[in-house]
């Protein structure tokens, strides 16, 4: 089982809270925030934000440390979560180094996509009737979303190929009801 110090190093800073002997610094919030998704990040630039997401920073470290001591860490479906909830960010961690390395996009592959799928870029009106398409330049960002989306999933689809046929993985299909 992870104890927080072992999960969460000390992070330097200035002090901003305590809660009973523990202190959180500018570093352990700064930390916390790039947790985040881009576009919560981005909400969390003035002064008040900061101080409510700390405000709820804590409340989650007082409730994580009173399941604590209620014995939660030791229950059952705890301990089955965190070790999924491990697997899946292990998972995640491998599929973001081994397919980033893969996956590079050029001007040339872009505008190749764009060609090649024209029909995914249409404008429509209010009653959805398509009333064209998008220049490149237009769906450019969306075009360019999608390709990279494209080839991560043939390099996971390849990567996974790649795992199967190393590991002799058999998969009885007629067993399956």
Same mark, same amino acid.
């Given at each position: 089982?992870?104890?927080?110090?072992?999960?969460?190093?000390?992070?330097?800073?200035?002090? %901003?809270?305590?809660i009973?002997?523990?202190?959180?610094?500018?570093?352990?919030l @700064? *930390?916390? =925030?790039?947790?985040?998704?881009?576009?919560?990040?981005t909400?969390?630039? $003035?002064?008040?934000? +900061? =101080? #409510? *997401?700390?405000?709820?920073?804590?409340?989650?470290e007082?409730?994580?440390d009173?399941?604590?001591?209620?014995?939660? #860490?030791?229950d +059952?479906?705890?301990?089955?979560?965190a070790?999924?909830?491990?697997?899946? =960010?292990? !998972?995640?961690?491998?599929?973001? @180094?081994? %397919?980033?390395?893969?996956?590079?996009?050029? $001007?040339?592959? !872009? $505008?190749?996509?764009?060609?090649?799928?024209?029909d995914?870029?249409?404008?429509? #009106?209010?009653q959805?009737? /398509?009333?064209g %398409?998008?220049?490149? @330049?237009?769906?450019?960002?969306?075009?360019?979303?999608?390709? %990279?989306?494209?080839?991560?999933?043939?390099?996971?689809?390849?990567? /996974?190929?790649?795992?199967?046929?190393?590991?002799? /993985?058999?998969? *009885?299909? #007629?067993? =399956?009801?």
């Amino acid at each position: 089982m992870l104890e927080p110090d072992e999960a969460k190093p000390k992070r330097p800073g200035t002090v %901003i809270a305590i809660i009973g002997k523990r202190k959180i610094t500018t570093g352990d919030l @700064e *930390f916390e =925030i790039s947790q985040l998704p881009p576009y919560v990040k981005t909400q969390l630039r $003035e002064q008040k934000k +900061k =101080i #409510d *997401f700390l405000k709820s920073y804590i409340a989650t470290e007082l409730l994580y440390d009173t399941a604590k001591r209620k014995g939660l #860490d030791r229950d +059952k479906e705890v301990i089955e979560s965190a070790y999924q909830a491990k697997k899946n =960010i292990m !998972v995640q961690k491998l599929l973001q @180094e081994e %397919i980033s390395n893969e996956v590079s996009v050029k $001007e040339e592959d !872009v $505008e190749l996509y764009y060609k090649a799928n024209k029909d995914n870029y249409t404008e429509t #009106d209010e009653q959805g009737n /398509v009333i064209g %398409i998008k220049s490149l @330049e237009d769906a450019k960002m969306q075009v360019m979303q999608d390709l %990279i989306q494209e080839k991560q999933k043939q390099a996971y689809e390849r990567l /996974v190929e790649r795992m199967i046929r190393a590991e002799s /993985v058999q998969i *009885f299909e #007629d067993k =399956i009801e």
